[in-house]
C-alpha cells in the first residue's frame, strides 16, 4: 500500500522506520482487549432502541459507550477507509500543498486554530499522529479536479449527514434524561459546528509505552469515533485504563466537556488516550460537534461561557502551558490553577 513508504510521513515520523520490530506488546495495568466482543468492557447501547435509564447511568458512571444499530450503512464505512488510506499515502509535501483549507492537513498534535491549523508543539510533547480536519459545514467550498478528493468529499458529505442525525438523536435522548426542556437547549448543539478528523497514526518502532496521543478529554458536545480493526483507544475509568477494542459496524460515542457543563456535572468528559500496541498503522475517524459558538452556556457549576470563550481559553493554555486546562478554568468555587 502506498501508505507504507517512507516519503508519505512527515520528516519527523521518518527517523525510526529502519526497525518496526520489537513494537510495543501492551503495558501492566493496562487491558488490551483483542478485538473480540468478550474483551471489550464499554457499555453497548442501541439507537434504534434507546434505554432511556441505562443512558443516564452510561454517561454518568463512564463518559463513553458504544453505539451499535446506528444506521450507517457498512459500505460507506469502508469507502471513507479506502479514501483516507489512498489520501495518506500521497507524498508528505503534496498533502501539505493540496490540503489547505476547507479541508486542512495536519500532524504532530490534535489541538487546531479554528481555520484548522495546528498549534506549534515542541519535540517532546508531539502525537505521533497526522491527519485532515474536515469542518463539515464548508465542504462544497472544497474545490478539487482529483476523482479521489472529489468523491471523498462526496463520501464525507453522506457521512456527515449520518453523524448529525445520531448526535441530534443522543443529544435529544441525553437531554430529556437530565430533565431539560429541549426547546432551551436546542442551540446547545449546532449541527453546522460538525467536524471531522481523519487520523493516521503511523508506527512508533522504538518507542515503547509512548502515546500516540496524549491524555485528554474532549470539547465537544459529543464526539463520535469510528476506528479501524487496529485498536488503541483507552478510556480512564476509576484508576484504570481500558481498551475500547475495535468492534466492526460499531461506533464508540463520547460524552465532551461541553455535555458536561450542559448536564451541571450530572455527566462526565471521557478522559482518554491512544496508544497503538500493535506493529501496525492506525486509522480512525472521529467526528466532533459543538454548541452555538456563541450562544453563553447555562450552569449553576460553572460561570457564564460560550463555546467561542471555552476554544479561546483552550488555546491560549496551550500556546502559554503547552496543554489544555479545560473546564477547570470555568469552574465556580474551584481554587485550582
Ligand atoms: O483516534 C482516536 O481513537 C481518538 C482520537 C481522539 O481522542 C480525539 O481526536 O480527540
Ligand atoms: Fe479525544
Not at 458512571?61 to 479514501?83: M, T
Not at 449527514?161 to 429541549?182: Q, V, W, Y
Not at 437547549?185 to 497514526?201: F, K, P, Q, T
Not at 458536561?260 to 480512525?284: C, G, T
Request: glycine share 8%; proline share 5%.
Amino acid at each position: 500500500m502506498a501508505g507504507t513508504e517512507v516519503s508519505s510521513y512527515p520528516p519527523l515520523f521518518r527517523e525510526e522506520k529502519g526497525s518496526i520490530h520489537g513494537g510495543v506488546e501492551g503495558e501492566e495495568g493496562v487491558k488490551v482487549g483483542g478485538g473480540s466482543s468478550e474483551s471489550d468492557p464499554l457499555p453497548v447501547m442501541d439507537l434504534e432502541c434507546m434505554e432511556m435509564e441505562k443512558l443516564g447511568e452510561v454517561c454518568r458512571e463512564w463518559g463513553i459507550f458504544r453505539l451499535v444499530n446506528h444506521g450507517i450503512p457498512l459500505s460507506l464505512l469502508s469507502q471513507l477507509e479506502d479514501h483516507a488510506k489512498r489520501l495518506f499515502g500521497l507524498p508528505f509535501e503534496s498533502k501539505e500543498a493540496v490540503f489547505t483549507t476547507p479541508v486542512s492537513y495536519f500532524w504532530g498534535t490534535p489541538a487546531l486554530t479554528k481555520s484548522g491549523v495546528a498549534l506549534s508543539q515542541t519535540p517532546q510533547n508531539v502525537n505521533w499522529v497526522e491527519g485532515f480536519n474536515v469542518p463539515l459545514s464548508q465542504l462544497p467550498l472544497l474545490q478539487t479536479q482529483d476523482p479521489i478528493i472529489a468523491s471523498f468529499r462526496l463520501i464525507l458529505e453522506e457521512y456527515g449527514r449520518h453523524l448529525s442525525r445520531i448526535a441530534r438523536t443522543l443529544f435529544e435522548a441525553m437531554a430529556k434524561n437530565l430533565g431539560h426542556d429541549p426547546k432551551q437547549y436546542e442551540s446547545s448543539l449546532d449541527e453546522s459546528s460538525g467536524i471531522v478528523r481523519v487520523y493516521r497514526y503511523p508506527l512508533r518502532p522504538n518507542r515503547d509505552h509512548a502515546s500516540h496521543m496524549e491524555v485528554h478529554t474532549d470539547s465537544s458536545v459529543l464526539s463520535i469515533l469510528n476506528q479501524d480493526e487496529v485498536g488503541g483507544l483507552e478510556v480512564l475509568k476509576d484508576g484504570e485504563w481500558l481498551s475500547a477494542s475495535p468492534i466492526s459496524n460499531t461506533l464508540v460515542i463520547n460524552v465532551g466537556d461541553m455535555m458536561q457543563v450542559i448536564s451541571n456535572d450530572k455527566y462526565k468528559s471521557v478522559i482518554h488516550r491512544v496508544k497503538v500496541a500493535k506493529e501496525r498503522e492506525r486509522l480512525s475517524i472521529c467526528y466532533f460537534v459543538f454548541p452555538e459558538e456563541n450562544t453563553v452556556i447555562k450552569s449553576s457549576k460553572y460561570r457564564p461561557f460560550s463555546y467561542n470563550d471555552f476554544r479561546s481559553q483552550v488555546q491560549e493554555d496551550i500556546k502559554t502551558l503547552g496543554h489544555k486546562v479545560g473546564l477547570k478554568r470555568f469552574k465556580i468555587n474551584d481554587d485550582s490553577d
